[in-house]
C-alpha cells in the first residue's frame, strides 16, 4: 500500500513539475528592415525583412519581389499567404532568411508576408 502511494505521489509530482513554464514577458526579436541590394550580400540562413513589391509570379511558389535597390526571388509557400491577396502595386512586407544555392543563386525564404 505504501509503495502504490508513493508511485503514485511521484507520477503527480512529475505531473506537475513537467507543466511549469516560464510566465514572463519574452524579449522580441525585431528585424531591421534591409534592402534587396544588401541581401544579396548576405550569408547564407541570414534572418531578413524587405519592404517593397511581389511584382511577379514565376511559378507556383517563387516571386520576384522588388524594392528600390533592386529585385530578387522570394520563394512563398501557400501556407504564408493565408487570406493575403495583394497585386503588384502593393506594398508588402516580407520577412524570412537568405537561401543561398550551391550554384550561386540567391532567394529569400518567406515566413511572414503582410501589408506594409
Excluded: C
Excluded at 537561401?99 to 506594409?116: Q, S, T
Aim: glycine share 10%; proline share 1%.
Amino acid at each position: 500500500m505504501k509503495k502504490l502511494f508513493l508511485l503514485g505521489l511521484a507520477l503527480l509530482l512529475s505531473g506537475v513539475l513537467s507543466a511549469q513554464g516560464f510566465t514572463g514577458p519574452a524579449v522580441r526579436t525585431v528585424m531591421q528592415v534591409t534592402t534587396v541590394q544588401v541581401a544579396q550580400g548576405m550569408a547564407h540562413k541570414s534572418r531578413i525583412t524587405l519592404v517593397g513589391n511581389v511584382v511577379q509570379q514565376i511559378d507556383r511558389q517563387h516571386y520576384i519581389f522588388r524594392d528600390s535597390s533592386g529585385e530578387m526571388t522570394v520563394k512563398i509557400s501557400d501556407k504564408y499567404w493565408g487570406r493575403l491577396t495583394v497585386g503588384s502595386n502593393d506594398l508588402v512586407e516580407i520577412s524570412g532568411e537568405v537561401d543561398r544555392k550551391r550554384d550561386g543563386r540567391l532567394e529569400i525564404k518567406v515566413h511572414v508576408i503582410r501589408r506594409a
